[in-house]
């Protein structure tokens, strides 16, 4: 079975600053996906950004960027420029990426890091 | 609007009472699933549905019964809720095979259900 940890429950950072959140993961899969969720006060879940195991390349999106480490099973998160609006529990998620290439929405989510960010 | 919804997006009941949280996706995914999430457990899968009249077992099934008749709709009961049940609960979808190679297994969230169980 997968295991996705986020050691660091609390994390804050001021506005305008860079910070890194960390997220670790147990698998003896090789074929899987990587995800950030935001999930603001409002509750919703928010996709930031997705990595796919088989690409080496770090994904980047806007001001979010990961650092993929797959040999140290280690896929953080880099927030640029925070924002007041980047306030959120941040959660790391993984999912088997099962024969035929498809997946099917499983996903094993970390505790979750909740990320302050101050004027 | 095109989406998936939860109601209600809040719920109080009594120890021993029966709850039915319900869920509705219009993008005719053939993947629904429950989660709940708790502080210090991050979000863990109670059922899910691969097609209407197929449902499986997720991590933390116990006290709860699902059923899905349509695509469309995949409610979630408490049969007899317990205040171990106290969470917030949400829905999700994915297309599944329909989306191809394409699909990352990204999950698309409704907006959740706040439970108390007094």
């Known amino acids: 079975a997968q295991t996705v940890t986020q050691s660091q429950p609390e994390m804050s950072v001021q506005e305008a600053e860079t910070v890194t959140l960390s997220c670790t993961y147990d698998?003896?899969?090789?074929?899987?996906?990587l995800f950030w969720y935001k999930q603001p006060p409002s509750r919703q879940m928010i996709l930031v950004i997705r990595?796919?195991?088989?690409?080496?390349q770090n994904a980047t999106e806007n001001r979010f960027s990961v650092n993929f480490q797959k040999a140290a099973k280690s896929f953080s998160l880099k927030i640029s420029d925070s924002q007041l609006g980047d306030t959120a529990m941040y959660f790391c998620?993984?999912?088997?990426?099962?024969?035929?290439?498809?997946?099917?929405?499983?996903?094993?989510f970390g505790q979750g890091t909740i990320l302050t960010v101050h004027p | 609007d095109a989406g998936i919804t939860q109601s209600p997006r809040y719920k109080i009941t009594e120890t021993g009472r029966q709850v039915t949280l319900m869920c509705h996706q219009t993008?005719?995914?053939?993947?629904m699933f429950w989660y709940r999430q708790d502080l210090g457990h991050g979000l863990r899968l109670i059922y899910y549905?691969?097609?209407?009249?197929?449902?499986d077992k997720g991590e933390v099934p116990d006290g709860y019964v699902v059923s899905r008749s349509k695509t469309e709709n995949f409610p979630l009961t408490l049969e007899s809720a317990t205040r171990s049940q106290t969470s917030v609960y949400f829905c999700?979808?994915?297309?599944?095979?329909?989306?191809?190679?394409?699909?990352?297994?990204?999950?698309?969230f409704g907006e959740g259900s706040r439970l108390t169980v007094l």
């Open positions: 998620a993984f999912i088997y990426r099962g024969a035929g290439g498809t997946s099917y929405g499983k996903l094993t």
């Open positions: 698998t003896s899969e090789n074929n899987y996906y």
């Open positions: 990595q796919e195991a088989y690409k080496q």
């Open positions: 993008w005719s995914h053939s993947y």
């Open positions: 999700a979808s994915n297309a599944g095979l329909a989306g191809g190679n394409s699909n990352t297994g990204e999950l698309f």
């Open positions: 549905s691969a097609a209407a009249d197929i449902t």
